[in-house]
């Protein structure tokens, strides 16, 4: 059975999402790829990182160690070396190598495609675990992370800090997350969060949905 999304405004709001990152959305290679290894280690390494800051290492580590199994091979201090840049290399190294042994040994070499493996992986969670079933394995399901908390907390609540995810987001969600595009659709969502709709300074002048954003309301109040 259908949802009864309500109001017409649910589907609009997605609808401009969309067409926002259609025309001003970044590209990533990341995104580029329906490689569920190449996609769980950008969002690995994406975890209060930059994406700038990212895409350089992100591709030396898929030309030194392209497969879990390399990876896995590979000594903590290697891994730390390269991944430096990003900070807190001594613990995200020790991450990446028990990610790969344990996709070796447990898996075959292969990233598992359900919420339950996925989170049961060093240092996945409820995120990455959807970041990975949607982009890689095509799953329509929201991906929730904190520029969606923020951006959709201002929407709905009219919260100049709110960053979490809680009941109150995902059941909003639930009711204007589209049945088609929606890899754009969450894509859009992060990156409105990164580059509009962001922590301090939010330029609401390029937000497509501040016809119906509390937060925009009361700040012209």
Known sequence: ???????????????????????????FPWRNTENPYHI???????????????????????????????????????IAEVIYPLGLQNVRSKRFKRLAETLVEKHEGE?????????????VGYYISSAVRCIAFDEPIPMLDANAGRLFGRYYFGEKKYSRIDDKIREKVKYIFPE????KFNLGVIDMGALVCKQTHPICSDCPITEDCRYFKKSKD
């Open 180 to 183: 088609k595009n929606y890899k």
């Open 1 to 27: 059975m259908k949802i009864d999304r309500g109001v017409d405004v649910s589907e609009k709001v997605s609808e401009k999402i969309i067409k926002w990152y259609e025309e001003k959305g970044r590209d």
């Open 111 to 123: 990233v598992p495609d359900t919420e339950e493996e996925l989170t049961e992986l060093p240092g």
């Open 40 to 78: 769980l280690l950008a969002e690995m390494m994406l975890q209060k990182t930059s994406a700038t800051q990212v895409l350089p290492i992100y591709k030396e580590m898929l030309d030194r160690w392209p497969t879990p199994e390399d990876l896995a091979e590979i000594s903590v201090d290697k």
